[in-house]
């Protein structure tokens, strides 16, 4: 128990020096003018409607994260794999870690605010190459997490729909969902944008009222029950329980992802430089508090352990039936599953985006189709619909779920790596200085809040990667370890397509003013040194 109340209370104190550091650095940009959003600086014609404020940008990151889908969705995977402790102790774990990873994000989306992101930042401190891996990864990530969410989603409503669904209904209902979020973020950007600021309060609110009702009807167990380290469905012999906790992190890493949508968003926000990267940092700090709550509070009014685990993907379901009964219940799991569909619709703008972007440089296959902006709407039609149809062909399989949010992860964080090692580099060679900074700024703790961001990441991948899942193709053939396979396969395809054509023929984004920090940086140089350089020559 004294270790669990440690890791709180360091995640807290993370938390509140790192608010306090950046809040610093852009009070001293605002005194010195070093704000805006021009997106001229890389070269782009403004062609997305910018009118998105400070509280909606973070308001999409809150909305992908959705401690109501990914906490709720994967409850019974963590407590098969790590029983209460994965509530009470793993949870506190990934948001230590996460808020590293986030500000670190943060930071190049304050200095680099454009929708490609995460794409661009590697291109601009690479070169293309190291853009395109990083494009592919991070749509790899987007795509797969539309599919974690609105298939959860359809899972629950299609429960609280029919007695005994089939696949084919949970099917039906997961295209019905998927429609109406493409068809929403076809129509345009202030709606979506309007029911994300919804989403948020939609999602304090609910979470509120969990609360509220879980403290009403009395936890069974006490405190000292979330640091339980007795239970585990899946340690044995041969699997000790340390290792089934780590894997069991899955649950929450997988919930507390997403938060780049912010940046991705970037070219749609004003003073970006600013509120984008506050809504990176802020969506993960509200996230880890209200998820820690909302989860302490259901494991602890677990009756009937055995029984909570047994219900697999519904364990949830199960904890709350098992806490307020059954009418009570089943109020409290629709108003979940409408905030899984407010955290699909988020994504479907956040991965959308990020096709749109990388298809403007020609980066992807049918380029100049995804790359399409409605003349009506001014949103990027094309790249939504083709999203939520990858989104469907992801959920045809069965048994894919532990699949599907796990390769998010892989795929979300191995983009994030590739930028944070070259910014890191270029820290460490002294080619990235202060000026390159954005307003968001952790100034002296950047270099070590990359460090560990960067090994948080290392440790994902290789977990996700080794963790053993398996995925029932048919009655005679079963994919055993599905996730590293899955990965391993499409990262060959990469490599493939890579060395046979885009080596050759991608030349990256437009770097714009930009052009200069990549000159630097793959030269070697310093400022000063360059500028030296200009004036002999």
Known sequence: MTLGLILIAVALFVMLAIYLKAKNGVKLARQKG?????????????ELRRDMGGFSNFAISFSVISILTGGVTLFGFGFNQGGPAIMGMGWPIVVIFVLFLSAAIAELTSAIPTSGAIYHWASILGNPGYGWFSAWFNMIGQVTIVAGIDYGCAGFASSLLFENPTKSETLLVYAIILLSHASLNHVGIRIVSKLNDVSAFYHLIGVGLIIGALIYFGPTQDVSYLFDTSFSTVADNSTPYWFAFIVGLLQAQWTITGYDASAHTSEETVDAKVRAPWGVFSSVVISGIFGFIMLALVTMSIKDPAAVAAAGGNAFIVAIEQSMGGVFGKVILWMVTFAMWFCGLSGVTSASRMIYAFSRDKGLPLSNLWGKVSEKFRTPANAIWITVLLAFLCGLLDNVYAVVTALTVIGLHSSYLIPLFLKLRAQMKGVWTKEDNGPWSLGNWSVFVNVVAIAWVLFLDVLFCIAPNDVKVTEQFTIHYATGKAFAVLFVI???????????????????????????????????????QLERG
């Open 34 to 46: 070093h704000t805006g959003d021009d997106l001229n600086a890389f070269g782009y014609k403004q």
């Open 494 to 532: 990469l490599i493939v397509m890579y060395a046979t054509r885009a080596r050759k023929h991608f030349k990256g984004p437009h770097l714009g003013t930009f052009k200069v920090i990549n000159d630097r940086i793959n030269s070697g140089h310093t400022s000063v040194e360059s500028s030296g």
